[in-house]
């Protein structure tokens, strides 16, 4: 066999961390929720999102998963990240004036 393949089964592994469908809510997830837990990186301080944010429904259940991961690994800074503002636009249509 060549490539990333798995002897065993004969086929690639599966990607952990990939969503079938990100339009479709994770078990516990609330879309909309606006609040988000990351994790600072080591050497930068920066906030390492995922490519798929899970999504907490309200700031106690993100605070509770950000004190559940620190307990994990005790080196990382955990920050609870909500939604300040919203702002949506509506698209307007302009029509050519005939001449």
Not at 4 to 12: D, T, Y
Not at 17 to 25: C, D, I, R, T, V
Not at 58 to 68: G, I, M, N, V
Request: hydrophobic share 35%; glycine share 12%; aromatic share 12%.
């Amino acid at each position: 066999m060549t490539g990333n393949l798995c002897p065993e089964k004969g086929k690639r592994p599966r990607r952990t961390g990939w969503l079938k469908n990100p339009k479709m809510a994770r078990k516990g997830e609330t879309i909309g929720g606006g609040w988000f837990v990351f994790r600072r990186g080591d050497d930068t301080g920066r906030i390492r999102p995922a490519w798929w944010p899970f999504e907490y429904g309200s700031q106690c259940e993100a605070l509770a998963e950000a004190k559940r991961r620190s307990v994990l690994h005790p080196s990382y800074r955990f920050d609870v990240v909500g939604v300040a503002y919203s702002v949506v636009s509506a698209a307007v249509a302009q029509m050519a004036e005939a001449a």
